[in-house]
């Protein structure tokens, strides 16, 4: 409280109290990340911890030791980086990064419970990803379709006929596939399956 003195000592009418309390002690609660979640192109899903991702906004979701107590809040970083803070539901959060990310950038998310004095717990072991919006650079050749029923047997030529109902499928590449990398094999827009890749040659069976 604070009240007014004169010089001859007169002291005026005391103000209301303002109280507080000294609170020093961090929370003991933990948050633990486990999932980036990556809900765009044909890869989607979680992506593992140290893996990479074509997703430029990311989902962010983990796990508390236990619930918040009143006044806790669950503030999320990338590295040393505070983003925001999550959404909490019992011992369960989730977290939205609303930026938009770009190519070859890295993220290391962790979490960190925050108490009314703004005392922060200690973080969780950090979950990584790069992201990755560059298409890849090699490109397939579909080279040949091959008939093994009937009398009539061997490559189909592009645009031909075929009585075989169970084709095979082969053709090239311009270089070997890189580290991660596969080969998709379409008819029309609907996707059939991944090719079998030798080096710069590849088979497919229908």
Known sequence: LAR?????????VASSAYAATVDTTAPTTTAAVTAITDD????????????????TLLGVSGTLSTSLAAGETLRVYDGSTYLGTAAVSGTTWTYADTR?????????????????????????TAYTATVDT?????TAAVTAIADNVGSITGTVATGGVTDDTALVTTGTLTASLGAGETLRIYDGSTYLGNATVTTTTWTYAD
Do not use: E
């Not at 007014?4 to 005026?12: C, F």
């Not at 765009?40 to 997703?55: E, K, Y």
């Not at 560059?134 to 090699?138: D, E, M």
């Open 134 to 138: 560059a298409a890849p650079t090699t």
């Open 40 to 55: 765009v192109g044909i890869v989607t899903g979680t992506v593992a911890s140290g893996g990479v991702t074509d997703d």
């Open 100 to 124: 938009t990310l770009s190519h070859a950038q890295a993220v290391s998310y962790t979490a960190k419970v925050m108490d009314a004095a703004g005392n922060l717990g200690t973080a969780g």
């Open 4 to 12: 007014v003195t004169d010089a001859a000592g007169n002291r005026g």
